[in-house]
């Protein structure tokens, strides 16, 4: 879902640089010949093949009698470079850095919805457990700066939005999550017990997808990767290699609709309860 809404948008900023050339009654060579430019490059931009430079939409625009249209089609030039930051520019400074900036999009957002498939999202987690990921997400990408300390700090300030009142959070998560006993045993049984405290917040729904659900249901979705939702104006997406962020109506639209359909596979309340104590006892040893 993550990479073809990316290709989407560059095709849709390439359609609308084709759209000016074609107003201004040129060909893409004619257009390249013009700006100085090699004769395949006009057509790598307008099928989305290559991403345009703030100066080359400049010029383009120029050229073909539009530059009143130039800071629109930069402006969403620059929004696609944002859908996709690559952890290892994102991290260069540290991963206290990496938490901090995703901080101030929390503090304004009043709805959350999330999915996730692999680990317990980030605002429930227990300070061991986010210790152990981030430790993990430091070796893996072999980060050279050692802030893990302070990144967990920056994690553990979100969890105090959990507890105002104006926010809401409706949270869903695989059953396999409570299996994946990150950290060790102790790890996990706090990190179980955590849950089953946070799930009785009046501002909090957490939805727990049973291993035995609707596999016919399942067998017609497509594969989510984890992710959150915004106020339903924005999502993010951690993948392995990078971060992304999805603005566009249809895209969050599209999440929704992913989430909707995760939500009614879940339980809820005291079947998700059950559900977590039945990992917590197993997990401490009967």
């Known amino acids: 879902m993550a990479m073809v809404s990316i290709d989407q948008a560059k095709k849709a900023l390439g359609s609308q640089l084709r759209a000016l050339r074609r107003?201004?009654?040129?060909?893409?060579?004619e257009l390249a010949a013009l700006a100085g430019w090699h004769e395949s490059k006009c057509s790598k931009i307008e099928n989305g093949k290559t991403m345009p430079s703030e100066a080359d939409i400049r010029l383009w625009a120029r050229l073909?009698?539009?530059a009143d249209q130039a800071d629109d089609l930069i402006s969403a030039a620059a929004g696609i470079k944002d859908m996709y930051v690559q952890w290892r520019h994102m991290e260069v400074p540290g991963l206290r850095s990496a938490q901090n900036k995703v901080l101030p999009v929390w503090e304004n957002t009043t709805e959350f919805h999330a999915y996730s498939h692999s680990l317990i999202p980030g605002p429930l987690q227990t300070r061991e457990y986010t210790r152990t990921v981030l430790t993990s997400i430091k070796v893996r990408r072999s980060l050279a700066v050692d802030d893990v300390d302070a990144a967990v700090d920056a994690r553990m300030r979100k969890q105090e939005l959990l507890h105002d009142s104006r926010r809401t959070f409706r949270i869903v998560i695989e059953e396999c999550v409570l299996w994946n006993r990150i950290?060790?045993?102790?790890?996990?049984?706090?990190?179980?017990?955590?849950?089953?405290?946070?799930?009785?917040?009046?501002?909090?729904?957490?939805?727990?997808?049973?291993?035995?659900?609707?596999?016919?249901?399942r067998d017609l979705m497509w594969p989510v990767e984890d992710f959150w939702i915004f106020d339903r104006r924005m999502v993010n997406v951690e993948l392995v290699a990078a971060y992304?962020?999805?603005?566009?109506?249809?895209?969050?639209?599209?999440?929704?609709?992913?989430?909707?359909?995760?939500?009614?596979?879940?339980?809820?309340?005291?079947?998700?309860?059950?559900?977590?104590?039945?990992?917590?006892?197993?997990?401490?040893?009967?």
Do not use: W
Not at 23 to 29: Q, T, V
Not at 195 to 216: K, Q
Not at 264 to 281: C, D, M, P
């Open 183 to 217: 950290g060790g045993p102790d790890i996990a049984v706090r990190q179980m017990a955590r849950l089953v405290d946070i799930s009785t917040l009046p501002n909090i729904e957490l939805g727990v997808i049973p291993e035995n659900s609707d596999t016919v249901t």
């Open 64 to 66: 073909c009698h539009a």
């Open 244 to 286: 992304m962020t999805f603005t566009t109506e249809h895209e969050v639209r599209l999440y929704e609709q992913a989430f909707n359909e995760l939500s009614e596979l879940a339980v809820f309340g005291r079947e998700a309860r059950s559900l977590i104590a039945t990992a917590l006892k197993d997990t401490a040893g009967g």
């Open 23 to 29: 107003r201004r009654g040129i060909s893409a060579r």
